[in-house]
Structures are given as structure tokens and as C-alpha cells.
């Protein structure tokens, strides 16, 4: 799994822990809700800034949501 998608699936996982609509995080995080929709998906990075943001909105550090180890 890529690093992009493993963030996207961790987000995702956090934000339903808190019982969150993807629009409400875009909402907290002040992100756009398409975007933010991407990035769970893997489809689109998020720059440093917005991963703070998000990181915030969960109520977690951008390490948890960054934790990766890539399998072979």
C-alpha cells in the first residue's frame, strides 16, 4: 500500500472513531471537501500544512497519522 493511501485509510479510520462525517473534518480542518475526499482515497498528497490541519481536526499528531512501514 502506498504511503498516500495508508494516510488516506488512517485518516478515515480516525474520523469515524469520532463518529465525524468526512464533511465535518473538511469543516474543522478548513479544507475543501472534495479534496478531503481525495486525500482519503489516496488519490491526492497533502502538503505538511494540511496534514497539521487534519492531525488537529482528529485530535491526534501528524505522526500517528504518518506512522508507515512499507511491506515487501
Known sequence: MSISKHFGATVRINRKTLNMTQEELADTAGI??????????????ANIETIAR???AL??????????TESD
Open 54 to 56: 487534519i492531525a488537529k
Open 32 to 45: 475543501n471537501r472534495s479534496h478531503m475526499g481525495q486525500i482519503e482515497r489516496g488519490k491526492k498528497n
Open 59 to 68: 485530535h491526534c499528531s501528524a505522526g500517528q497519522l504518518l506512522d508507515y
